[in-house]
């Protein structure tokens, strides 16, 4: 059994001096696995939604602890927690969840100002972050602080006060974790040249800002029942490494013994494996942890 397979990893005179694996059918077969493994987890999740999912230790907490740590690292105050944003915030989580899309608008036309509104808040100005499938608090903030619309949220001196939804649910048959983020500041507020250019004025009740409490009420995370949830991420991201750990392997000991017992040969092409090995890479970082919007 072990001379059997050991053509596939060690170049010798049956495979012409040139690790089967490294051959390009071979390689195209990993593709194609690899590719395989990508549509079968997409038909899972559609055939039995929520097998699949990804566990989170993103509280609302952590949220706002990070969010007004990345504002005083540019010298802006910190932002009120306000209890009837993050009703807004969830509400909003909780409506993508029950109408299965992921976008500011909903598939009905309900815009985020629908949502502030929803919940009485009169802002002069307002906007939202949205976030999902993230395992962390601190992968979540620099995706935001990386993307310039997201960032201008978070830092955005106009801001007085912020609402956070932390939401578990099944989202395009995938169990998973969206994060909301709603900023405002209330109609009432003194009036300042930034914030006279602003969204238009929502027509119900003003929520008045209340002080941050020593710890934000969650929605139930992930977390305490992850063991029963498969990150499909992270099945992806799995086999990748594996495929590019597996070949990187055998071109190290390829190379090794081929320098070592002086043998020449005509097969194979060193630019072929680079290739695979960029093209593993590039589905890799496409499947990079969270999506933002």
């Not at 969010?67 to 909780?94: C, D």
């Not at 602080?145 to 395009?172: A, C, F, W």
């Not at 969206?178 to 238009?200: R, Y």
């Not at 990748?240 to 097969?267: A, E």
Request: proline residues 4%; glycine residues 6%.
């Amino acid at each position: 059994m072990k001379h059997s397979f050991s053509h596939f990893f060690i170049p010798q005179e049956k495979n012409n001096h040139r690790a089967s694996l490294l051959k390009s059918h071979f390689l195209l077969l990993l593709i194609g696995f690899y590719l395989l493994n990508q549509s079968v987890i997409k038909f899972i999740s559609l055939v039995k939604p929520g097998i699949l999912g990804y566990s989170s230790e993103i509280t609302a907490q952590k949220v706002l602890e990070k969010t007004n740590s990345e504002r005083q690292k540019n010298g802006l105050p910190a932002l009120q927690y306000n209890s009837v944003l993050s009703e807004s915030a969830t509400k909003k989580a909780q409506d993508m969840f029950a109408n299965n899309y992921w976008a500011h608008t909903s598939p009905i036309g309900a815009s985020p100002w629908d949502f502030f509104k929803s919940v009485g808040y009169k802002y002069s100005v307002a906007g939202e972050n949205l976030a999902r499938d993230f395992y962390d608090t601190d992968s979540l903030i620099k995706a935001w602080m990386d993307s310039p619309t997201h960032r201008e949220n978070i830092v955005n001196s106009k801001y007085q006060e912020i609402g956070i939804g932390v939401v578990n649910g099944i989202l395009g048959g995938v169990k998973t974790t969206l994060v909301v983020q709603h900023f405002g500041t209330p109609l009432n507020a003194v009036a300042t040249k930034d914030t006279k250019e602003t969204k238009p004025v929502v027509t119900s009740s003003l929520a008045q800002a209340t002080p941050i409490p020593q710890s934000i009420p969650e929605t139930k995370v992930l977390s305490e029942t992850k063991s029963k949830y498969i990150s499909p991420l992270m099945l992806n991201k799995i086999i990748g490494l594996i495929m590019f750990v597996l070949i990187i392997g055998v071109l190290f000991v390829d190379g090794y013994l081929t320098l070592k017992n002086n043998v020449h040969r005509f097969t194979g092409s060193t630019v072929g494996h680079i290739g695979f090995l960029l093209v593993i890479l590039l589905f890799m970082l496409v499947s990079q942890q969270g999506a933002i919007f």
